[in-house]
């Protein structure tokens, strides 16, 4: 019933950039924290950005601070991610997340907060 689709994946150069987009279904998006995170071969996967329910709160890993950006657009129940000055570091799967049970007061890093996921995109970037 509920469904998170990411898309805008793709390749791209050192220093280029990309935009990624989920779109949820079948869940309460404007009263859900979004948030994405990244899994690389062989790597854990982790915190990237997350935003509450209000668009003025943000959260971002440091390692990607200043580089990407998060935003949600609540008439399209859609959450964006975009990427720039990519790194070769960036290169992972992509995973959109929400966290619909708000277990946690905030825009939680943790992957056991959120409630359901996406597919995944995959982003690679060329060195």
């Known amino acids: 019933q509920v469904q998170l689709v990411e898309s805008g994946g793709g390749l791209v150069q050192t220093g280029g950039s990309l935009g990624l987009s989920c779109a949820a279904s079948g869940m309460p998006f404007s009263s859900a924290v979004m948030s994405w995170f990244r899994q690389a071969p062989g790597k854990e996967r982790e915190f990237v950005a997350g935003?509450?329910?209000?668009?003025?709160?943000?959260y971002y890993a440091e390692s990607v601070k200043g580089r990407f950006t998060i935003s949600r657009d609540n008439a399209k129940n859609t959450v964006y991610l975009q990427m720039n000055s990519l790194k070769a570091t960036d290169t992972a799967v992509y995973y959109c997340?929400?966290?619909?049970?708000?277990?946690?007061?905030?825009?939680?890093?943790?992957?056991?907060?959120?409630?359901?996921w996406g597919q995944g995109t995959q982003v690679a970037v060329s060195s």
């Open positions: 997340a929400a966290d619909v049970s708000h277990t946690y007061y905030g825009i939680s890093d943790s992957r056991r907060s959120y409630d359901y």
């Open positions: 935003i509450g329910r209000s668009a003025s709160v943000k």
